[in-house]
T-cell receptor, first 113, second 109 residues
Framework: ETGVTQSPTHLIKTRGQQVTLRCSSQSGHNTVSWYQQALGQGPQFIFQYYREEENGRGNFPPRFSGLQFPNYSSELNVNALELDDSALYLC????????????FGSGTQLSVL | KQEVTQIPAALSVPEGENLVLNCSFTDSAIYNLQWFRQDPGKGLTSLLLIQSSQREQTSGRLNASLDKSSGRSTLYIAASQPGDSATYLCAVDTGKLIFGQGTTLQVKP
């Protein structure tokens, strides 16, 4: 167990809809990162938050947005869903600022029809 | 632009074999290189982290090496077991983690 919980585990949406994915980190983990993993591919970095501020962003359009809350929970919001958004979405948390000692959740499998 | 490549994409070996997974990257400006394990439909588990100033790291039956100048890393698994069956991912840390596509390993009893 990594202590990182993601919900829901599976989700089906239709093109054009909006979705919110949630992540609950371990207490004290001030950094949370989100990744998109398409089938058969490695994860791609979406963005990272540190102490509720965005701390880096990958090559994703603005319709991907996030929030981090003081209680070590966070959200990934995706607007205007496209078919290519179908993927496993992973969050990872860390005590430190950066990418060392990451603990990953099991992910949310999003299917866009 | 940093690109990470893993070879082979898939590997099947009998139990007990020693094996090597390969990872290459195009830009040596990295903070560290990390190896992860991913079981089907699951998140990633960190295996080893090699700082950019280090040459190798070991954990149990796993040994990872890093040659920054040639842009290569290898993950050596000794005496493989069926429980080692999973996808192995390498990632370079440039301020963000950039992953390879992974090597799917099957260890047959």
């Amino acid at each position: 167990e990594t202590g990182v919980t993601q919900s829901p585990t599976h989700l089906i949406k239709t093109r054009g809809q909006q979705v919110t994915l949630r992540c609950s980190s371990q207490s004290g983990h001030n950094t949370v990162s989100w990744y998109q993993q398409a089938l058969g591919q490695g994860p791609q970095f979406i963005f990272q938050y540190y102490r509720e501020e965005e701390n880096g962003r990958g090559n994703f359009p603005p319709r991907f947005s996030g929030l981090q809350f003081p209680n070590y929970s966070s959200e990934l919001n995706v607007n205007a869903l496209e078919l290519d958004d179908s993927a496993l979405y992973l969050c990872a948390s860390s005590l430190t600022r950066g990418n060392e000692k990451l603990f990953f959740g099991s992910g949310t499998q999003l299917s866009v029809l | 632009k940093q690109e990470v490549t893993q070879i082979p994409a898939a590997l099947s070996v009998p139990e007990g074999e020693n094996l090597v997974l390969n990872c290459s990257f195009t830009d040596s400006a990295i903070y560290n290189l990390q190896w992860f394990r991913q079981d089907p439909g699951k998140g990633l588990t960190s295996l080893l982290l090699i700082q950019s100033s280090q040459r190798e790291q070991t954990s149990g039956r796993l040994n990872a090496s890093l040659d920054k100048s040639s842009g290569r890393s290898t993950l050596y698994i000794a005496a493989s077991q069926p429980g080692d069956s999973a996808t192995y991912l390498c990632a370079v840390d440039t301020g963000k983690l950039i992953f390879g596509q992974g090597t799917t390993l099957q260890v047959k009893p």
